[in-house]
């Protein structure tokens, strides 16, 4: 599809050009890369973050939230949960920390996580480094690292985002993992205050041009303790926005066909059963919260996030039951990784 055309299915309110959208989204998943559900049990394992991201609950500057960083030792409980609960992979997250401290810190976890039986599959998400500090973790076994860009358009960037936070720097370090040998993902806000259709259009083509291997990007959500908090959504925004999300999916499976693409949680926020219908129309990953649930409350990056109170037990529960009652299969114990990273690195091989 070219821009044009991504633009038309963005904007359009016609039933059946959605429907086929959705159709043909959903075969070429299935085509590229089955009907198999990849689940990654998420740690948030810290909430203080240095960046002031205007949108993010959890920016440097929010002085009504609690702050926390887990023990080592209940990072393994998490990690360990993951392994007996058979999710093949674990994602550790947390606000951005550069000091070596911090670093190190992630680099042992990272050792010992893999040392656990059988060895999870690691994703980092963990903000913007040295290409030093990447390396270091990609040799301690992490293989796989989400950064999202939020936006591919500088000027929306640079709206979002404080002057000392750099879109080049964003692509720098993408640029960085890639070289690396990490899996790379990003993603993007959908609904960004300011965001028009053709940002979103242009976000597509940059994931194409960029040869992204997983996606991970969700509705925005105005946060009460950020610039936004004046923008909460009424049901008809919601349901726009949600509908928006999944063209958004689909679109991306179409354009890229062999990547992962998450169904995130935010989705949830806006349709209970949003996560399963994003299965439907291109996502194969699921990254369910291992998060200890005291410390779930601090960790909103937006507003209405669900399953703060559930145990990772019910979680785990509720999730194989909404996987399997849409047609899906879960991948148990496998790292389930991004069928394009290792098209476009066989090919390079040939080249
Ligand atoms: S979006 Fe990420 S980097 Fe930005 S403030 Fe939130 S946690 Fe920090």
Redesign the pocket.
């Known amino acids: 599809m070219n821009k044009r055309e991504l633009l038309y299915y963005l904007k359009t309110e016609n039933e059946r050009d959605i429907t086929d959208l959705f159709r043909t989204a959903y075969q070429i998943k299935t085509d590229n890369v089955g009907n198999t559900v990849y689940l990654r049990g998420l740690i948030e394992f810290s909430n203080i973050?240095d960046?002031?991201?205007y949108y993010?609950g959890?920016?440097?500057d929010n002085r009504q939230l609690e702050r926390y960083f887990l023990k080592k030792e209940e990072i393994l409980e998490a990690a360990r949960q993951a392994v007996n609960f058979h999710y093949g992979s674990v994602v550790l997250q947390s606000?951005?920390c550069r000091e070596t401290t911090f670093t190190t810190f992630v680099d042992d976890l990272v050792r010992e996580i893999k040392g656990l039986g059988p060895s999870p599959g690691v994703t980092l998400c963990t903000?913007e480094q040295s290409y030093a500090v990447y390396k270091q973790w990609f040799d301690a076994g992490a293989h796989r690292y989400l950064l999202r860009i939020e936006t591919s358009n500088r000027d929306l960037y640079s709206r979002l985002h404080p002057s000392d936070h750099s879109f080049e720097k964003r692509l720098h370090c993408l640029e960085m993992l890639k070289n690396i040998g990490y899996q790379v993902g990003t993603g993007f806000l959908i609904g960004a205050p300011g965001q028009t259709l053709e940002n979103l259009a242009g976000d597509l083509l940059f994931l194409k041009k960029f040869d992204i291997d997983m996606i991970g990007m969700g509705p925005f959500l105005p946060h009460p303790q950020t610039i936004y908090a004046t923008k909460t959504l009424n049901m008809s925004e919601k349901k726009k926005r949600f509908l928006l999300s999944l063209k958004m999916i689909a679109l991306c499976r179409i354009l890229l066909k062999d990547v992962n693409i998450a169904s995130t949680t935010a989705l949830q926020a806006l349709d209970p059963q949003g996560r399963e219908k994003a299965l439907q129309v291109g996502a194969n990953v699921i990254m369910p919260t291992l998060t200890p649930s005291q410390y779930r409350p601090q960790y909103l990056?937006y507003e209405g996030k669900p399953c703060i109170t559930d145990s990772a037990s019910d979680c785990r529960t509720c999730l194989t039951r909404r996987i399997t009652a849409f047609g899906e299969k879960i991948g148990w114990d496998q790292w389930g990784d991004s069928p394009h990273f290792f098209n476009r690195t066989q090919s390079r091989v040939h080249d």
């Open positions: 973050c960046k002031n991201c993010c959890i920016r440097h606000g951005e903000g990056l």
